[in-house]
């Protein structure tokens, strides 16, 4: 007899999604946790372990790009030296901190490039 029936097509399906799952979904993960913050070994085992569910964990973190995504704007100098003219005024720091703040702010700071 030596034609496939019904029990080995299913045995072949179930053992190339299987496989699937141990190469596929590691890879993706792997590959998409690189681009991430989560990172690509922790990616790798996401997919491994959770499959389709690791992967849509990995794609929930955020990009490397957006890494500093909650970091405010530097403040100007001009934005500075107001902060503390304010502070003061009111009263709240005393001449010498002033000072000391605005020499701070006004002092150039090249950092050696130029």
């Known amino acids: 007899m030596g034609g ?3 029990p080995e097509i299913i045995l072949i399906i179930v ?7 141990i190469i596929i ?3 993706w993960g792997y590959n998409a946790g690189s681009k991430r913050t989560i990172g690509a070994i ?3 085992f996401l997919g491994l372990f959770l499959n389709f569910i690791g992967i849509i964990i990995v794609y929930c973190t955020p990009k490397v790009a957006d890494k500093n995504f909650y970091n405010f704007p530097p403040q100007s100098s001009a934005d500075e030296l107001k902060k ?3 502070l003061f005024d ?3 720091i005393t001449e010498s901190e002033y000072n ?3 020499s701070r702010i006004l002092k ?3 950092g050696g490039q130029y």
């Open 25 to 27: 979904f590691p890879v």
């Open 108 to 110: 150039p700071n090249y």
């Open 4 to 6: 496939l029936g019904a």
């Open 42 to 44: 922790p990616g790798l």
């Open 90 to 92: 009111s009263g709240a």
């Open 15 to 21: 053992s190339l999604v299987s496989l699937g799952s």
């Open 84 to 86: 503390f003219k304010q």
């Open 100 to 102: 000391a703040q605005k």
